[in-house]
């Protein structure tokens, strides 16, 4: 199967003009793959440019180049270059001067997986405390109204922001979150004990036993229609008038209520 290795900027060899112009890109390494793909949306992305495509060509228009890729319609139907790979020699004449790929790779995200650079200085490692971190968050939830990530909040502690920033990061129950955050202990059969590392390792120690606190979305996605215990009565024609039947007589002293209504005609009852 398939499997990555490793990831780094590579250099392709392009035919242009009679001679051979070395194009870099971002790439994965795969060893068990037997072609090298080159990514023209990558290329242009990190270092600029377009491509238009055509029903027998792809041209790649790298300033002031115009760099053409034939189709290979007879047989896999894409763009094929050969023999583009680069010897040793070539990498190591014209490597030195091409720009790396990797800035471009080395995305650093927050608790939601968005890329921050104020936040991120290097790989996983917040260099903000946890109360600011969780306040950029849970404000982002807010829509301008108060919540529970606003400074004055104190219901909950640094060590709750954390394991709630954890769950909306990951996506899995807080209880879950607390068992990566702690040394878990497998026993086999035969006695051993093997101890296993904790998979997050939490700012605050605390975050692994803290009470769980309450999370908006799991409320909401826990919600159920309910049945209101309501009594519903039918009106029984031949019970209409049954206290009155049969209890004046003609001639009988009546009460009635009496309004004036100034807009002529019948009554609408």
Same mark, same amino acid.
């Given at each position: 199967?398939?499997?990555?290795?490793?990831?780094?900027?590579?250099?392709?060899?392009?035919?242009?003009?009679?001679?051979?112009?070395?194009?870099?890109?971002?790439?994965? $390494?795969? #060893?068990?793959?037997?072609?090298? =793909?080159? &990514?023209? %949306?990558?290329?242009?992305?990190?270092? /600029?440019?377009? !491509?238009?495509?055509?029903?027998?060509?792809?041209?790649?228009?790298?300033?002031?180049?115009?760099?053409?890729?034939?189709?290979?319609?007879?047989?896999?139907?894409?763009?094929?270059?050969?023999?583009?790979?680069?010897?040793?020699?070539?990498?190591?004449? $014209?490597? #030195?001067?091409?720009?790396?790929? =990797?800035? &471009?790779? %080395?995305?650093?995200?927050?608790?939601? /997986?968005?890329? !921050?650079?104020?936040?991120?200085?290097?790989?996983?490692?917040?260099?903000?405390?946890?109360?600011?971190?969780?306040?950029?968050?849970?404000?982002?939830?807010?829509?301008?109204?108060?919540?529970?990530?606003?400074?004055?909040?104190?219901?909950?502690?640094?060590?709750?922001?954390?394991?709630?920033?954890?769950?909306?990061?990951?996506?899995?129950?807080?209880?879950?979150?607390?068992?990566?955050?702690?040394?878990?202990?497998?026993?086999?059969?035969?006695?051993?004990?093997?101890?296993?590392?904790?998979?997050?390792?939490?700012?605050?120690?605390?975050?692994?036993?803290?009470?769980?606190?309450?999370?908006?979305?799991?409320?909401?996605?826990?919600?159920?229609?309910?049945?209101?215990?309501?009594?519903?009565?039918?009106?029984?024609?031949?019970?209409?008038?049954?206290?009155?039947?049969?209890?004046?007589?003609?001639?009988?002293?009546?009460?009635?209520?009496?309004?004036?209504?100034?807009?002529?005609?019948?009554?609408?009852?």
């Amino acid at each position: 199967s398939n499997q990555v290795v490793g990831v780094g900027t590579t250099l392709h060899k392009f035919k242009h003009n009679g001679s051979y112009i070395f194009i870099p890109c971002l790439s994965y $390494h795969l #060893p068990s793959a037997n072609i090298r =793909l080159f &990514s023209p %949306q990558t290329y242009h992305t990190i270092y /600029g440019g377009h !491509s238009t495509v055509n029903g027998d060509k792809v041209e790649q228009y790298i300033d002031p180049l115009r760099v053409r890729v034939d189709i290979d319609n007879n047989g896999s139907n894409v763009p094929m270059v050969y023999g583009c790979h680069v010897s040793p020699q070539e990498m190591k004449d $014209h490597g #030195p001067h091409i720009r790396s790929a =990797l800035p &471009s790779y %080395q995305r650093k995200t927050d608790a939601l /997986g968005s890329f !921050s650079e104020g936040l991120f200085q290097n790989w996983n490692l917040s260099t903000v405390p946890v109360d600011e971190e969780f306040d950029k968050v849970a404000s982002s939830f807010g829509y301008g109204l108060p919540g529970v990530g606003v400074p004055e909040n104190t219901n909950l502690s640094s060590a709750q922001k954390e394991l709630l920033l954890w769950h909306w990061k990951l996506g899995v129950s807080m209880q879950r979150v607390q068992q990566l955050m702690r040394v878990a202990e497998l026993r086999e059969s035969s006695g051993a004990v093997t101890t296993m590392d904790r998979v997050i390792i939490p700012k605050i120690k605390s975050a692994a036993n803290c009470p769980i606190p309450m999370c908006q979305s799991c409320q909401l996605s826990r919600a159920r229609l309910r049945k209101p215990k309501v009594a519903k009565s039918k009106a029984i024609p031949d019970n209409a008038g049954v206290l009155s039947r049969e209890q004046y007589c003609t001639g009988d002293f009546v009460s009635l209520d009496q309004y004036i209504v100034k807009t002529p005609g019948r009554l609408p009852t």
